[in-house]
């Protein structure tokens, strides 16, 4: 089937500590993984994605990193902030164009 | 460049009626993609829209319907309403030409079923 699966539920680190989501796919022809970062109230935004033909992308604090063959992806945010403190959500993009989500992971960023 | 606006953004229904949302894609965006969100339950993929056709669809069943229309807006409805359907309803629009590319979502129309 397809799924995606994504840990921890919830997370607390402390400010300037790192935080790392990992998540799971069952599809092995998957070939875009975006990351959606949601605050409260407000919509879900995109703020990384990785395609399948790349190992690990960078963007400033933020990096995502790719393990085609355990199938799996995480996202690792360095030097966290208090701003930083949303949902988080997994995604990938099957071949035949069906969306999956994670079921997010709540960080907490304790100033 | 005008956002992806969704209509109504709350609403309030009985068990059993039925319910119509409506989005709007930003200008140029020909997919139109739908998700329910539940405290737990993250974002549960509804069914995608593409140039007015069905392009893919989740694990729903038959009451969760959509249409796309050719200036690309989409509605979907929800029949025979139940408790479970209460939930945050989210539109999100994409060029679509490609099946990758940003999801920009709308501010999503909160459903609540008494």
């Known amino acids: 089937g397809e799924n995606v699966e994504q840990h921890p539920s919830t997370l607390s680190v402390q400010e300037g500590d790192s935080a790392v989501i990992k998540c799971t796919y069952s599809d092995s022809a998957s070939n875009y993984f975006p990351w959606y970062k949601q605050e409260l109230g407000k919509r879900p935004q995109l703020i990384i994605d990785i395609r399948s033909n790349v190992g690990e992308k960078k963007d400033q604090r933020i990096a995502v990193t790719l393990n085609k063959t355990a199938k799996h992806f995480s996202l690792h945010i360095t030097e966290t902030q208090p701003e930083d403190s949303a949902v988080y959500f997994c995604a990938a993009i099957w071949s035949n164009n069906d969306m999956r989500f994670g079921a997010g992971t709540r960080l907490t960023v304790k100033p | 460049k005008a956002g992806v606006t969704q209509t109504p953004r709350y609403l309030i229904k009985t068990r059993g009626q039925q319910v119509t949302l409506s989005c709007s894609p930003i200008s140029g965006h020909r997919s139109v993609s739908w998700y329910q969100q539940t405290p737990g339950q993250g974002l549960q993929f509804l069914f995608e829209?593409?140039?007015?056709?069905?392009?893919n669809k989740g694990n729903f069943p038959g009451r969760f319907s959509g249409r796309q229309f050719s200036n690309s807006r989409s509605e979907m409805n929800v029949s025979t309403l139940e408790l479970g359907d209460s939930a945050l309803y989210l539109c999100?629009?994409?060029?679509?030409?490609?099946?990758?590319?940003?999801?920009?979502f709308g501010e999503g129309s909160r459903l609540t079923v008494l």
């Open positions: 999100a629009s994409r060029s679509g030409l490609f099946n990758t590319g940003e999801l920009f």
């Open positions: 829209y593409f140039s007015e056709t069905q392009r």
